[in-house]
């Protein structure tokens, strides 16, 4: 009784110890070295197909073509080093900045961005109460201060570094901003409140840039940016930019576009595609999916590589 009791109870561990082992012999000796170079590079699952097919319809242009799209995107891609330099230059009042939030991103945003770019005024994606908080535990000296699950100090200190009067403020919809909105009784936004702080802190003739989730940067409808813009005016307005920084494995389709360049033979690091709307045609096409997903939403957009 008791060995079939065991058998019954041991089965279920025999059956996974045989799948590990099947997958591990599968991994060792039959997934070939091209396949584990892709596996490396493409490690979203949804999207793989989207980049190989654009890498052979590529190939399959005639020469004068590839040679066409490849100059373009050599063109059109450029180094964080040049893209910061140009954007120094470049007298923007509004850098609205859209982020995953993740340590990976506020990282490469506190080495290459915060560390180069003089700001007079950060606006980060916190309430006043939250900033009471934040300044506490950097004056404290803490190594990690969390904001929305990731470190916020590293910014912050590259920030002053470079800035030693940098203003900072939390612009994000209070308590009191939503109880206020809800009793009215219309169809408001929690953007609306961000939009009334983000106009108490504005200084004219400076450069503001807002650190918020990614959607708050949109061009679309209802969201912070695109509010921004419609009440600001004009030449405020017209020295606006909306910014989204991801890193290549944040998302399935701007993954298989670096796998696309990088397969097609252009070498880059980190990049910036400062205009979005400058991508060649054919490229266009082949990441029609990318258009309304990224490429239709920001005016530049920065890729950060795998650390």
Same mark, same amino acid.
């Given at each position: 009784?008791?060995?079939?009791?065991?058998?019954?109870?041991?089965?279920?561990?025999?059956?996974?110890?045989?799948?590990?082992?099947?997958?591990?012999?599968?991994?060792?000796?039959?997934?070939?070295? =091209?396949?584990?170079?892709?596996?490396?590079?493409?490690?979203?699952?949804?999207?793989?197909?989207?980049?190989?097919?654009?890498?052979?319809?590529?190939?399959?242009?005639? #020469?004068? &073509?590839?040679?066409?799209? #490849?100059?373009?995107?050599? +063109?059109?891609?450029?180094?964080?080093?040049?893209?910061?330099?140009?954007?120094?230059?470049?007298?923007? +009042?509004?850098?609205?900045?859209?982020?995953?939030?993740?340590?990976?991103?506020?990282?490469?945003?506190?080495? $290459?961005?915060?560390?180069?770019?003089?700001?007079?005024?950060?606006? *980060?994606?916190?309430?006043?109460?939250?900033?009471?908080?934040?300044?506490? =535990?950097?004056? $404290?000296? &803490?190594?990690?201060?969390?904001?929305?699950?990731?470190?916020?100090?590293?910014?912050?200190?590259?920030?002053?570094?470079?800035?030693?009067?940098?203003?900072?403020?939390?612009?994000?919809?209070?308590?009191?901003? =939503?109880?206020? $909105?809800?009793? #009215?009784?219309?169809?408001?936004?929690?953007?609306?409140?961000?939009?009334?702080?983000?106009?108490?802190?504005?200084?004219?003739? =400076?450069?503001?840039?807002?650190?918020?989730?990614?959607?708050?940067?949109?061009?679309?409808?209802?969201?912070?940016?695109?509010?921004?813009?419609?009440?600001?005016?004009?030449?405020?307005?017209?020295?606006?930019?909306?910014?989204?920084?991801?890193?290549?494995?944040?998302?399935? *389709?701007?993954?298989?576009?670096?796998?696309?360049?990088? &397969?097609?033979?252009?070498?880059?690091?980190?990049?910036?595609?400062?205009?979005?709307?400058?991508?060649?045609?054919?490229?266009?096409?082949?990441?029609?999916?990318?258009?309304?997903?990224?490429?239709?939403?920001?005016?530049?957009?920065?890729?950060?590589? &795998?650390?």
């Amino acid at each position: 009784m008791m060995r079939i009791l065991f058998l019954v109870l041991a089965w279920p561990l025999i059956i996974l110890a045989i799948i590990v082992s099947f997958d591990w012999v599968r991994d060792e000796f039959f997934i070939t070295a =091209e396949e584990k170079r892709l596996a490396n590079k493409v490690q979203t699952p949804k999207y793989p197909s989207v980049g190989l097919q654009a890498v052979e319809q590529y190939s399959a242009l005639p #020469k004068s &073509e590839r040679v066409s799209v #490849k100059n373009s995107l050599e +063109s059109t891609l450029i180094s964080t080093k040049q893209w910061l330099q140009d954007l120094q230059e470049s007298h923007h +009042s509004v850098i609205c900045l859209g982020e995953n939030h993740e340590d990976s991103t506020r990282e490469f945003l506190a080495d $290459r961005f915060f560390a180069n770019i003089k700001v007079h005024t950060l606006l *980060l994606e916190a309430t006043p109460r939250e900033m009471v908080r934040i300044d506490r =535990e950097i004056e $404290r000296g &803490e190594a990690y201060v969390p904001l929305l699950e990731a470190d916020i100090a590293k910014i912050i200190r590259a920030a002053k570094t470079l800035n030693p009067g940098l203003v900072l403020e939390g612009i994000e919809e209070t308590k009191e901003q =939503e109880k206020s $909105r809800e009793r #009215k009784g219309e169809k408001t936004f929690r953007d609306d409140s961000i939009l009334v702080n983000f106009w108490e802190t504005f200084t004219p003739g =400076e450069l503001h840039v807002a650190l918020f989730g990614a959607l708050h940067c949109t061009n679309q409808p209802n969201w912070l940016f695109e509010r921004l813009r419609l009440h600001a005016p004009l030449l405020v307005a017209d020295r606006m930019l909306n910014i989204r920084v991801i890193g290549e494995h944040q998302d399935g *389709l701007l993954e298989a576009f670096v796998f696309f360049i990088d &397969e097609i033979g252009i070498e880059r690091g980190d990049f910036v595609i400062p205009k979005t709307s400058r991508l060649h045609p054919l490229v266009l096409k082949w990441f029609a999916l990318l258009l309304p997903a990224t490429l239709e939403r920001f005016q530049t957009l920065v890729i950060f590589r &795998e650390r």
